[in-house]
């Protein structure tokens, strides 16, 4: 069984900055993509960032020149530095990951998700 667990998150004022970090645990074979995703309030839940195992990275719009995702495969971690927060940040964050736990499993792997951590953008 593979787990992600989140932490991080909290309240900020506007123009601060946070650190998320999730762990994966469990029968890990691989780690194929992980990625950050949001959801606010009444909301859709939406793809923040994300990073391949190659450490290539995406971003939405919205987050570009703020947010960092990086990724640390030794530690089975993902982590995103959120800068310049904004109130529009304000949303639960969700680590996801593609991850494989054995060697017979498909190559893309099997989506993970963790149980969201809140992130409060507010003076």
């Known amino acids: 069984q593979v787990q992600l667990v989140e932490s991080g998150g909290g309240l900020v004022q506007p123009g601060g900055s946070l650190r998320l970090s999730c762990t994966a645990s469990g029968r890990i074979f691989r780690i194929n993509a992980m990625a950050w995703y949001r959801q606010a309030p009444g909301k859709q839940r939406e793809l923040v960032a994300s990073?391949?195992?190659?450490?290539?990275?995406i971003y939405a719009d919205s987050v570009k020149g703020r947010f960092t995702i990086v990724r640390d495969n030794a530690k089975n971690m993902v982590y995103l530095q959120m800068n310049t927060l904004k109130p529009d940040d304000t949303a639960a964050y969700y680590c996801?990951?593609?991850?494989?736990?054995?060697?017979?499993?498909?190559?893309?792997?099997?989506?993970?998700w963790g149980q969201g951590t809140q992130v409060t953008v507010s003076s």
């Open positions: 990073i391949t195992g190659e450490r290539s990275s």
């Open positions: 996801n990951a593609r991850i494989r736990t054995a060697i017979v499993d498909p190559p893309g792997g099997d989506e993970y």
